[in-house]
């Protein structure tokens, strides 16, 4: 469709139609910055101005540290070594700065570290071309202190609530924008497809269409509707593409994906996306079928520019040049892969600790491998995006932006976005919530531990350095500010790699009424998070097994990156939850959860697999779940399945109707409407996730079982019925092709909305 609209434009166009449906047209293209004319004409006489060098220099990105004096060593301090920035700004001509060298600055530090690079960018330079400086700001600023930081995207996408994206985005957008952060290297867009990778948390969900709403609203509340204004920046949709599905889970190791995966998969949170306006793409930094993303013109060029039209700047992933010498093995030296990234199509090169790329990709054009028309292509980008940010204006935010970092209001939205994620997952005989006299031991590797709740991306790069940590309440903290000090009691009991007072906590546990056992796993991520066993470690089962065998109930709270398997333990537990990484506030969510102060209503945004050799994702084919004994179900058995939630009450959906339009061609020529009650069956409030899934039921290419097509939150007073309607859109019965075309094609769909299931024909 995309491709007919531009095949269209561009008829208008050299028709010399009118010039502001050119300008309108135009600005539709996913991506394209939203300039005026004369902007657009500045971008272009400074493109003229500009020789190869400056060309080469505004395409690569370094990271701070190799400007500073010395970077991370734990201290928490970085020093801006001016000459070094002059050398790579005014002799290399850098376009670009990224991270925070491996530690967190206050929002003085950083504006004394931003405007430094950017006064000698457009003072002191040829053509005063200002930096765009990139972050990971992917929970809230978290290397700014004293920002307000977020549950993990993970998080969000449990609570299926777009809103706490869009807002949680807004302001990780504010609190960087402010200390003159203008390009953040967030949302992920990626699908979690295997659960033992060690990013799930950084993604929404494994399903494509909970991730793709939740993209386009963290898009939209980064970006805002201008990207000049002081509390937007520039968002990015990483990692294109096909990054999250590495075969053997380990993270950058290859995945091997079919055309129609491809789109029907792994495109869709990026395509919501593209249409929520995203400027920018990080490119996957692996491989898939066979070629690097890095070197792959097919992805890079003839999917994103042709098929998508995408206008926006494209950077790679760390090192992701360099990687395709000896990481990936396809390029000779360092000149062949500038060559091989650049012909991709890739526009800015995060080398990022030197400019050896920017070498190169003169050389190559002095040898006449790459021409400076295709140069010009990716400055031109990268120079209007500045522009629209309004750098040539100015490139910091006025002082008084700062007040606004870490104001309560953000506070208080991180509560609510870690209440509405934290999952409950079994409650089994009513254990939770706890009376409030309950005596509770609270115990296990993150029972009193800060670095858990936050995960990695938390003021360093993994997350694990708690010296950085200001000082939030614990998991033990928040549960004696609940229910008393004289009724809660901690002992550690193990950490993830050995036991310690478990004898101890034993003892304790028979002393409490309850047990709050908190186990996980240390936050990492990328390649250090790579795991050779799901299953939760031997010291932590010890633990678990050691505080079943008391007698006492065990409510288990699982605070991790990814989910780890419980199967030598859930048997002897009758309550789990999902924490996740929460955030700063979610030790005091949980603690309102456990006390039913607040009722649960996240749902499992992933499939929570119940053994470490059947990680499955809810939407697997139907092969994928016939059991040895060939029922056509019992292969597919997770300990909890995608989408499970409970809340402290329970709700009923009854009078399912299905209501189809007529069909042509095509497809359904309406919106498909889904109507049903929904009951609040409980005796208090509660909030609901509804949740309307589609099976194809025969179709030419395999169908998956089903998948997720909408979603609501929905809140009920108790005993209270209200009449709930999907609509459907036609897309929502195409299917995908082998060669990635999207298409209707006829026949019987089944939906199902919690037990109940309609099926209807649809045939033109
Ligand atoms: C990660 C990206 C991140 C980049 C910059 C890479 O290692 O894969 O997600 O944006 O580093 O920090």
Redesign the pocket.
């Known amino acids: 469709m995309r491709h007919v609209a531009r095949t269209c434009l561009s008829m208008l166009v050299t028709a010399s139609l009118s010039a502001s449906l050119t300008l309108q047209a135009a600005a539709q293209a996913p991506g394209r910055p939203d300039l005026t004319q004369a902007e657009w004409d500045r971008v272009d006489q400074l493109l003229n101005q500009m020789t190869v060098e400056e060309k080469a220099g505004q395409m690569t990105q370094l990271t701070l540290g190799v400007l500073c004096e010395q970077t991370a060593d734990g201290t928490n301090k970085i020093k801006l070594d001016p000459a070094k920035a002059r050398e790579a700004i005014l002799e290399k001509h850098i376009g670009s700065v ?2 925070a060298g491996d530690v967190t600055m206050t929002p003085d530090e950083w504006v004394s570290i931003v405007t430094t690079l950017q006064g000698i960018a457009t003072d002191e330079s040829r053509l005063g071309v200002p930096l765009i400086y ?1 972050i ?1 700001s992917v929970h809230g600023a978290n290397y700014v202190t004293g920002a307000t930081i977020f549950p993990h995207n993970l998080n969000l996408g449990a609570s299926w609530n777009p809103e706490l994206a869009r807002a949680s985005g807004a302001i990780a957008a504010r609190d960087s924008r402010a200390v003159g952060l203008n390009w953040n ?1 967030a949302p ?1 867009c990626d699908v979690a497809r295997i659960q033992s990778w060690s990013r799930v948390f950084e993604t929404f969900s494994e399903d494509p269409y909970l991730a793709s709403v939740m993209s386009a609203a963290a898009v939209e509340g980064m970006q805002g509707d201008d990207l000049s204004d002081p509390t937007a920046l520039a968002a990015t949709a ?2 294109f593409l096909g990054y999250s599905e590495p075969r053997t889970g380990r993270d950058r190791t290859p995945a091997i994906v079919s055309t129609a995966d491809l789109h029907d998969t792994f495109l869709p949170p990026f395509k919501a996306a593209f249409d929520a306006g995203v400027r920018t793409i ?1 490119i996957n ?1 692996g491989e898939v079928n066979g070629t690097p993303v890095h070197a792959d013109q097919r992805i890079l060029t003839d999917l994103l520019r042709g098929e998508l039209g995408f206008e926006g700047v494209a950077v790679t ?2 090192a992701d040049v360099n990687k395709l010498v000896d990481f990936h093995y396809v390029a000779e030296d360092q000149k062949e892969a500038a060559f091989l990234a650049v012909n991709a199509g890739i526009d800015m090169a ?1 080398t990022p600790l030197d400019t050896a790329f920017t070498d190169h990709v003169i050389e190559l054009v002095e040898e006449g491998r790459l021409t400076e028309d295709r140069l010009d292509e990716s400055v031109r980008r990268i120079l209007a995006l500045k522009m629209e940010l309004g750098l040539f204006e100015s490139v910091m935010p006025a002082d008084a932006a700062r007040d606004a970092i870490g104001s309560p209001e953000a506070e208080a939205l991180s509560l609510e976005s870690a209440r509405q994620g934290i999952t409950l997952l079994r409650n089994f005989g009513g254990v939770l919530p706890f009376a409030d006299e309950t005596r509770i031991l609270v115990t296990g590797p993150t029972a009193d531990d800060l670095v858990s709740l936050h995960g990695s991306w938390t003021y360093a ?1 993994q997350g694990t350095n708690a010296d950085l940590y200001p000082d939030t309440p614990t998991i033990f903290d928040a549960m004696t500010a609940r229910f008393g000090a004289a009724n809660v009691t901690h002992f550690e009991g193990a950490t993830y790699d050995e036991t310690t007072d478990l004898d101890a906590a034993v003892e304790a546990a028979e002393d409490a009424d309850v047990v709050l056992l908190c186990l996980g796993e240390l936050p990492s991520t ?1 390649m250090p998070g790579n795991l050779s066993d799901l299953t939760i470690s031997a010291p932590q089962i010890e633990l678990a097994t050691a505080l079943a065998e008391t007698g006492k109930p065990v409510v288990l709270v699982m605070v991790t990156n990814r989910p780890r398997v419980l199967a030598p333990i859930e048997a002897g537990i009758p309550a789990i939850l999902w924490a996740g990484h929460p955030g700063p506030h979610g030790s005091t969510a949980l603690a309102e959860i456990l006390a039913g102060d607040v009722s649960p209503s996240g749902r499992l945004p992933f499939t929570y697999p119940r053994h470490t050799n059947a990680l499955l994702t809810y939407d697997h084919k139907h092969t994928e779940r016939f059991a040895p004994d060939n029922t056509p179900t019992g292969g597919f058995d997770p300990l909890f399945p995608f989408g499970a939630g409970l809340s402290y009450t329970s709700f009923q959906y009854d009078g399912l109707t299905v209501d189809v339009p007529a069909v042509g061609d095509t497809g359904p020529e309406g919106d498909v409407t889904v109507s049903f009650s929904l009951t609040n069956t409980g005796d208090r409030a509660g909030v609901d996730v509804l949740q309307v899934y589609v099976a194809d039921n025969v179709a030419s290419v395999t169908p998956r079982v089903e998948r997720l097509k909408a979603f609501r939150r929905v809140g009920v007073a108790a005993g209270e019925s209200v009449p709930v309607t999907f609509s459907l859109p036609p897309e929502t019965f195409t299917m995908v092709d082998r060669d990635g075309t999207r298409f209707f094609e006829p026949g019987a769909f089944t939906i199902r909305v919690g037990d109940d299931r309609e099926t209807i024909e649809l045939r033109p």
């Open positions: 990224l991270n990139g990971d290297f992920v990483k990692h990080m930094s992933d760390w995060m790069w990328e």
